[in-house]
């Protein structure tokens, strides 16, 4: 058995396609095909049941695929350390994101990390909170941006920043002429107030439902959404309110701006970290990574946020 030949059994069961995964690999069809052939009859058993456009996993390819992961998350784990020990500064850091929240953080994190570290390659991998930590665990990323709490208890963290919450509102709504919503005696106003929240698999979602039954109410909602920006856009419109943390809601927006009402007594706020599997060996490329996010922050979030 060869290392090769996992790391071809891992995109073919990634792909679900010969054709697809021998572009990814960058080999010939047929040389693909071959190679897996050779691995089944070493192994003597089949790992993908082939059929007209797709191939599955049989049940022994499914055992496999899951420790050809470790295998290949090892080497890749003792690559980097080597790489370490020679002190290089040159490595890859496989860097996952929560779309909405990356968006307004990356672009102030990502150029003064590669001012920093030029020869690091970063790559970016978008994906709902609840995927993300998933792909963490199973060593698809070497970091996520997310938020608490986590799921995945093999997942460990590094808190960077702590981001206040706000109600987002339609100009033309009664609550819009508040100063301030005391969280213990006026987040009962909103039980029945129609809630636009973004879809499953999100943080915020979950932040937002947890909110509303801390003040004794489940949120009636009306629209999901997996894009903020919509959600802000619905809010401004008029067609219903939500909760926005204080960075994205003090990005700067053409039109359709909801009023943003600050939170007080207790404030509400949500935790960014950067999480890993615990255990994981951290190369110093990604400790580098964590350190420069941490910075950047810092200069970006106020005390007020």
Do not use: W
Not at 45 to 68: C, D, K, P, Y
């Amino acid at each position: 058995m060869e290392f090769r030949q996992l790391q071809y059994t891992l995109q073919i069961a990634e792909e679900r396609n010969f054709s697809r995964a021998a572009d990814k690999l960058h080999i010939a069809q047929p040389s693909l095909s071959q190679q897996l052939s050779k691995l089944e009859k070493e192994l003597g058993v089949l790992l993908f049941q082939r059929n007209t456009s797709t191939v599955e996993l049989t049940h022994a390819g499914e055992s496999f695929i899951t420790h050809a992961r470790k295998i290949v998350d090892a080497v890749e784990q003792l690559r980097q350390e080597m790489d370490d020990i020679s002190q290089l500064r040159k490595g890859r850091v496989v860097v996952g994101s929560m779309p909405i929240t990356g968006s307004h953080l990356l672009p102030y994190v990502l150029p003064a990390f590669k001012e920093a570290y030029p020869e690091i390659q970063i790559s970016l991998l978008e994906d709902t909170s609840l995927n993300l930590e998933k792909l963490t665990a199973g060593g698809g990323t070497d970091l996520s941006l997310l938020s608490l709490p986590l799921e995945e208890a093999s997942l460990t963290f590094e808190p960077i920043g702590e981001e206040r919450i706000d109600l987002a509102v339609p100009p033309s709504h009664p609550l819009a002429a508040l100063p301030t919503l005391d969280s213990d005696e006026q987040m009962k106003l909103l039980k029945d107030e129609p809630f636009i929240v973004l879809k499953k698999g999100q943080g915020l979602r979950t932040l937002t439902i947890d909110m509303c039954r801390a003040a004794g109410f489940e949120p009636n909602v009306v629209f999901e959404s997996n894009n903020i920006e919509t959600i802000q856009s619905l809010v401004a419109a008029g067609m219903g309110i939500t909760f926005v943390p204080r960075f994205i809601a003090r990005a700067k927006r053409s039109e359709m701006i909801p009023v943003y009402i600050p939170i007080e007594n207790p404030v509400p706020s949500r935790t960014l970290v950067i999480a890993y599997r615990k255990g994981r060996y951290l190369s110093k490329a990604a400790e580098a990574f964590i350190e420069t996010f941490k910075e950047v922050l810092e200069q970006r979030m106020t005390p007020e946020l």
